[in-house]
């Protein structure tokens, strides 16, 4: 299994931001939203070997996990997938493990620290402009990677995993979640 963690460092998680503003009024969403999109849709359809979450950091710590082996109605439009995530943050979530809301998404209380106990002991790589170029390293494909928002990934995050880089250009996350996708696609 392919798990992907996106990390909002200021990324909301209530259902009140502006949808003609979502960059400005969401903490940055939006970078999770693209990520979103990246990590579960191919061409007609949706990669069944991938989940991902969206780690909201910005007031009440709260993840959101999308399964591709279960989610439905998850629409390329990143207009749509903003309006499908502001539903799921008026969810009256408030367990630290994952509640399922539709099929294949669920919702959990807490950061990344729920990511990391639902994710199990899989391999871990931080995606990390500064790592070791991923074409030097055996990537397990079985395995839990973690990106950074706009800002990066944040300082204090002591994430016990393998520094990769996907290239030497620091790029949009949800480009870097493309690479990987391919690049394990090409193994
Ligand atoms: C837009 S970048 C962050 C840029 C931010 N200004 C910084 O300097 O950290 C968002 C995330 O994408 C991932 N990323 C971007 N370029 C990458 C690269 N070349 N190799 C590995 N990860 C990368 C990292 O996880 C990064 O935190």
Known sequence: MRRFAVIGQR???????????IPGTSGRLDVLIRCLRAALLVSHGLRRDTV???VLLGDMPTTLRFSGNAAKYIRPDEHQLAILVRKLLAWPADSARFVEM??????ARGG??????D?????????DERGADMRTLPL???ALFLLGDDRGFPEGFAVEGTHVSVGPTSV?????LTLIHNELDRR
């Open 102 to 107: 539709r099929e294949g998404i669920a919702i």
């Open 119 to 127: 994710a199990g002991a899989c391999a871990r790589y931080v995606l």
């Open 172 to 176: 949009q996350a949800e480009d870097a």
């Open 11 to 21: 990324a909301t998680s209530s259902p009140t931001f502006l949808m003609r503003d």
């Open 52 to 54: 991902i979450y969206l």
């Open 112 to 117: 990344l620290e729920v990511v990391l106990a």
């Open 140 to 142: 397990e494909p079985d």
